[in-house]
């Protein structure tokens, strides 16, 4: 089924609940949008599903693979604390969907008061103030890591810095409330888990087709409600 086939289904859906069709496209038509992250935005697999749905006129991709939020070592090239200070400042709707590379390359959160960036609270409060001073009208949000079970590295491994992966989305979500920002917490509401990853995922980790369906599926009625 095309994007588009299946974002009229879900909306006939909301219809049918209740919410007008119209209602729940009106938010953000016309507008524009741009995904922060890593691989799993990188993909764009989520991206058209949720702009066939909610009709932004404009996505932009800035996600690199394999690249955390935090700053330091061999791939900050790409974290996404350094991304997302380039990205285009007349963006309606901005979200940052991070984390999980965080855990995996053993990245110190540190304290939700630090600034610095080669922490991951530091890291995180240094885009959002990035974007937010430039671009005050955008609506930003902050979107918690899917559950993985690859390389060893699942929800219950503690990692080099002493964390588990539940704690990088604790620290999202107390970011979310510091900053007065919505977080989406896919942590706890996509439904992939150690029992369903195989069959929304391709490794464990990274989603397939029916794994970007279900992030969609969680994303639109978030986004639709900002």
Known sequence: MSPQRWAASLLRMNASKGASPLESRSRWEGKGWGTLGDSITAAGGYQP???AALGFSEVINYAVSGCPMTAGGDRDYGATTHVGRTIAEYLDCVT??????DFRLDKPIGDIGMTDIHTFYGAYRGMIEHILTRNPRCRLSLWTPLHRDKDGYDIFYTNAAGHR?????????????MYALPVLDLYALSGLNKLTLPHFTSDGLHPNEAGHRRIADVAIPFLAGL
């Open 96 to 101: 940052v969907f991070a984390g999980v590379n």
């Open 165 to 177: 992966l539940s704690d990088y989305v604790e620290a999202i979500i107390g970011l979310g409330r």
């Open 49 to 51: 599903l949720v702009q």
